[in-house]
Nanobody, 126 residues
Framework: QVQLVESGGGLVQAGGSLRLSCAAS????????MGWFRQAPGKEREFVAA????????DYAESVKGRFTISRDNTKNTVYLQMNSLKPEDTAVYYC???????????????????WGQGTQVAVSS
């Protein structure tokens, strides 16, 4: 029932920046932990970042720590992923995800999430 729509992807040179947005529907959005994942051709979908419903807790994959920042604005039902110092290895389709129900820790695996967007393409050239 929850719909997630990503935007903000595109082509950028190495070292550049992009900000992805994920717009969510539903009144229960503020109760949902949210995450970003990415998938390159021929590879499994991998965890990028996660954020609690309040925004007070975040988690990042080691490969993006210090470069990416996840945030959310619950008044706009939107989650963001600010990506700086982009590398060619960051090239992938980026997906927004939401988990229903409560959590003890932030979910970091694909099978822990219940809702997914259609993805937005990010391409980083050398």
């Amino acid at each position: 029932q929850v719909q997630l729509v990503e935007s903000g992807g595109g082509l950028v040179q190495a070292g550049g920046s992009l900000r992805l947005s994920c717009a969510a529907s539903g009144r229960t959005f503020t109760n949902y932990p949210m995450g970003w994942f990415r998938q390159a051709p021929g590879k499994e979908r991998e965890f990028v970042a996660a954020i609690s419903w309040s925004g007070g807790r975040t988690d990042y994959a080691e490969s993006v720590k210090g470069r990416f920042t996840i945030s959310r604005d619950n008044t706009k039902n939107t989650v963001y992923l600010q990506m700086n110092s982009l590398k060619p290895e960051d090239t992938a389709v980026y997906y927004c995800a939401a988990k229903s129900g409560g959590i003890f820790r932030l979910p970091t695996h694909v099978n822990e999430y219940d809702y997914w967007g259609q993805g937005t393409q990010v391409a980083v050239s050398s």
